[in-house]
C-alpha cells in the first residue's frame, strides 16, 4: 500500500495543526510520498501518475471528489484504495490510527518499518516560499458523475479552459488558463 499526502501548498484550507498531527502519525507509515500539491502534480501531467497501482493506493488530501476527477483528468481510471478528507481532520485521524494499529497488529506487513516522509517529484513552489509561484493550481475539474455535458461551462468561459473532447464531451484543456479564485463556471453548473 502506497500513501500520498497532499500539503495544500497553495491554499489554506487545511490548518497547519491538522497537518502537522497528520504528518506526526504518517511517520510511522513506509511508503509515503508528500506532494507540495496534488492539483498541480495532476495538472502539470506528471509522468509517475500512471505507474501508481492506485488501487492499492491510499491519499490524503481535502477534496475526495476532486481527487478522483483529478485522476480522471490525468487518464487514470482507477480510483485510490481510499481518500482520507483532511477537512474533517477527525474522521482522517482515526482512520490513519487504525491503519497504523492494523500494521501494528501485522507485524510481517510490508509497512511495518518506519522511514520519514519522501518528497515526491513535482516543481511545486509551496505559498511559503520566498518566491511566487508561476502559477497557482486554481482550476475545474469536472465530477463525470454529475456532469450532464450541458456544455454551459465550455460556452461560458472567456478564457479557453474548456474545450470538447473526441466524443464531444467537455473537458479541462487548459487548466493554466483559469484565474485564480474565479468561480463563474461553477455557478452556472
Same mark, same amino acid.
Given at each position: 500500500m502506497n500513501i500520498f499526502y497532499c500539503d495544500c501548498a497553495y491554499s489554506n484550507?487545511?490548518?497547519?495543526?491538522? /497537518?502537522k498531527q497528520i504528518q506526526k502519525i504518517l511517520e510511522q507509515f513506509q511508503s509515503v510520498q508528500k506532494i507540495p500539491d496534488f492539483c498541480e502534480w =495532476?495538472?502539470? /501531467?506528471?509522468?509517475?501518475?500512471?505507474?501508481?497501482?492506485w488501487q492499492e493506493t491510499v491519499v490524503?488530501?481535502?477534496?475526495?471528489?476532486?481527487? =478522483?476527477?483529478?485522476?480522471q483528468y490525468?487518464?487514470?481510471?482507477s480510483n485510490p484504495k481510499a481518500i482520507l478528507n483532511m477537512r474533517e481532520p477527525e474522521e482522517c485521524i482515526a482512520q490513519l490510527e487504525q491503519m497504523r494499529t492494523?500494521?501494528?497488529?501485522?507485524?510481517?506487513c510490508e509497512h511495518a518499518q518506519s522511514i520519514s516522509m519522501q518528497q515526491c517529484d513535482q516543481p511545486?513552489?509551496?505559498s511559503s516560499s520566498s518566491t511566487a509561484p508561476d502559477w497557482v493550481?486554481?482550476?475545474p475539474v469536472i465530477d463525470r458523475t454529475r456532469c450532464s455535458n450541458c456544455q454551459q461551462c465550455l460556452n461560458f468561459c472567456l478564457f479557453g479552459v474548456y474545450e470538447q473532447d473526441a466524443q464531444g464531451h467537455v473537458m479541462v484543456?487548459?487548466?493554466?488558463?483559469?484565474?485564480?479564485?474565479?468561480?463563474?463556471?461553477?455557478?452556472?453548473?
Amino acid at each position: 500500500m502506497n500513501i500520498f499526502y497532499c500539503d495544500c501548498a497553495y491554499s489554506n484550507i487545511i490548518v497547519d495543526s491538522t /497537518k502537522k498531527q497528520i504528518q506526526k502519525i504518517l511517520e510511522q507509515f513506509q511508503s509515503v510520498q508528500k506532494i507540495p500539491d496534488f492539483c498541480e502534480w =495532476v495538472a502539470r /501531467k506528471n509522468p509517475q501518475i500512471a505507474t501508481i497501482p492506485w488501487q492499492e493506493t491510499v491519499v490524503i488530501a481535502c477534496y475526495p471528489r476532486a481527487i =478522483v476527477a483529478l485522476l480522471q483528468y490525468a487518464g487514470i481510471q482507477s480510483n485510490p484504495k481510499a481518500i482520507l478528507n483532511m477537512r474533517e481532520p477527525e474522521e482522517c485521524i482515526a482512520q490513519l490510527e487504525q491503519m497504523r494499529t492494523k500494521m501494528e497488529d501485522h507485524p510481517s506487513c510490508e509497512h511495518a518499518q518506519s522511514i520519514s516522509m519522501q518528497q515526491c517529484d513535482q516543481p511545486a513552489q509551496a505559498s511559503s516560499s520566498s518566491t511566487a509561484p508561476d502559477w497557482v493550481p486554481w482550476f475545474p475539474v469536472i465530477d463525470r458523475t454529475r456532469c450532464s455535458n450541458c456544455q454551459q461551462c465550455l460556452n461560458f468561459c472567456l478564457f479557453g479552459v474548456y474545450e470538447q473532447d473526441a466524443q464531444g464531451h467537455v473537458m479541462v484543456a487548459n487548466p493554466d488558463k483559469c484565474k485564480t479564485n474565479c468561480p463563474a463556471c461553477a455557478r452556472i453548473c
